[in-house]
C-alpha cells in the first residue's frame, strides 16, 4: 500500500512538533525538580516546600530524596567531593551542564517516541548532533535494536544500564566540573564499555563520536 505523500509529510511535521514539546516539557520538569532541591539544600524542609507549590510531602521528599540529608560538601569550583561517584538520590542530572542536560532530555524523548521501556547509550547517542550517521537511518537502526512496549506517555523514562553507565563513567571524567554533553559522547566511545558495544552493534563509527566529544 502506498502511502499520502502529503498526509506522510504533514504526519511527520507533527512528529518532529511533538518532540519538541515533549523536550521542553522534561527540561522543564528537570529544572523545576532542581529549584525545589535548591530550595531545600538553602534551609526549606519539605513541609514548607510542599505547602508552598500545592505538593504533597511525599512527593516532595521523593523529588529531593528520601537519604539526601542536605547538600554535598562542595569541592574547589563547587562541585562534589572529589572522587564521589554519582549521586543518584539527588537526581542523576543534578550536576549536568544545560547542554548535557539537554542530551538527556532529547534521549529520554527518543526513547519515549519509539515506546522502548528505558533510556539506552543508543538512545543518548541519537540525542547527539552528529554522529557521522543518517540521523532516520540511525533511528530505523536503534528502534529495531531494543523490544517496543506501551508507549509512555507520561513520567521520567527509566534509565537502562547502558545509560547509565554513560552517565556514570562522564561524571567520573568531568571530576570537579559541570558534565558537559563532550562528557557523554566521550563516554559513549570509551572502549570496553557495553555503551561501545551497543554503538559498535549500530554500525557507528566511534571515531565520529570522539570528534562530538571533541577530541
Known sequence: MTLDEEVLTQTKEIRERLLESERALEHL????????????????????????????????????GADAGGPPSPGRHGGPPRGRRHDYRRGPFWRFSPDAREVIVRASAEARELAHGAVEAPHI?????????????????????????????????????SAKEVIEAADRAAGERHVTASDLAAALAAEGSQARESIDALGVDPRRVREEAGE
Open 125 to 161: 547517542l541519537l540525542a547527539l548532533e552528529d554522529s557521522g550517521v543518517d540521523q532516520a537511518d540511525l533511528r530505523a537502526r536503534v528502534a529495531s535494536a531494543y523490544p517496543q512496549g506501551p508507549q509512555q506517555r507520561r513520567g521520567r523514562m527509566r534509565l537502562g544500564h
Open 29 to 64: 520538569r528537570a529544572d523545576y525538580h532542581h529549584a525545589i532541591r535548591l530550595l531545600h539544600a538553602r534551609g526549606g524542609n519539605m513541609r514548607e516546600i510542599a505547602e508552598a507549590l500545592l505538593l504533597s510531602h511525599q512527593r516532595v521528599h521523593q523529588i529531593v
